[in-house]
């Protein structure tokens, strides 16, 4: 069954570093996705992605914050200079055309 | 500004129970809600719901939408130890590229 897949699952880095999550969404998927989850917190919409660029943010998703889709299959997401409240679980997803997500299992961020 | 309210927050019952999970919304331009399982990690789906009145089932799970009255219900019968999770509601709008989520209903079933 297809699935969507991220590395790493779990990255530990200094406060001002830069960070990059990678996803790859299911192939024949069209929208893609980065939400996440501050522990114990909702699941908070980022950002979605469709047609080779970002199709909504969310104010959460700041200068900070970058994505790209470098290749036919990647889904990166950067963190330019992280926070301490950057911590959370990053999860991507993708969709065939909106609604029903596909999950990714979720990168861990922990902001020394 | 859309909102996903669910209720309870948290729900403990005992095996073999049956429990309702709610799920109210405010959204402009409604296209679907959609309620999703997250156990460990990553949510999984369950159910998209676009139409009113008309119930979606699988195993023992089942809900509902009600888009007069701007809610959905998610039902479990016979309620099992791996029903143990959190269950999130999400609604999507056309005019937007995302989706919002509940703050879920932790539901917890003792042995």
């Known amino acids: 069954e297809p699935e969507v897949t991220q590395t790493p699952s779990h990255q530990v880095t200094q406060m001002g570093q830069e960070v990059i999550l990678r996803c790859v969404p299911i192939s024949n998927h069209l929208y893609f996705y980065w939400y996440r989850q501050i522990l114990g917190q909702k699941v908070e919409f980022l950002v979605s992605f469709y047609n080779n660029e970002i199709s909504e943010k969310s104010e959460i998703f700041d200068d900070q914050f970058s994505v790209e889709r470098p290749d036919g299959s990647n889904f990166t997401l950067k963190i330019r200079s992280t926070k301490l409240e950057d911590s959370a679980m990053y999860f991507c997803?993708?969709?065939?055309?909106?609604?029903?997500?596909?999950f990714g299992e979720g990168s861990r961020l922990t902001v020394l | 500004e859309d909102k996903v309210v669910q209720s309870p927050l948290s729900l403990v019952v005992h095996e073999g129970d049956t429990v309702t999970l709610n799920c109210s919304y405010e959204?402009?331009?409604?296209?679907?809600l959609l309620w999703y399982k997250q156990e460990k990690k990553a949510p999984t789906f369950l159910f998209m719901l676009?139409?009113?009145?008309i119930e979606k089932k699988s195993g023992r799970l089942s809900s509902i939408l009600d888009k007069k009255e701007l809610f959905s219900i998610l039902n479990i019968t016979a309620t099992q130890t791996g029903d143990s999770a959190v269950y999130l509601c999400a609604v999507e709008a056309y005019r937007d590229d995302k989706i919002i989520f509940g703050k879920g209903t932790r539901l917890h079933i003792l042995p």
């Open positions: 676009t139409s009113s009145g």
């Open positions: 997803a993708s969709s065939l055309l909106g609604g029903e997500l596909f």
């Open positions: 959204v402009t331009n409604f296209r679907s």
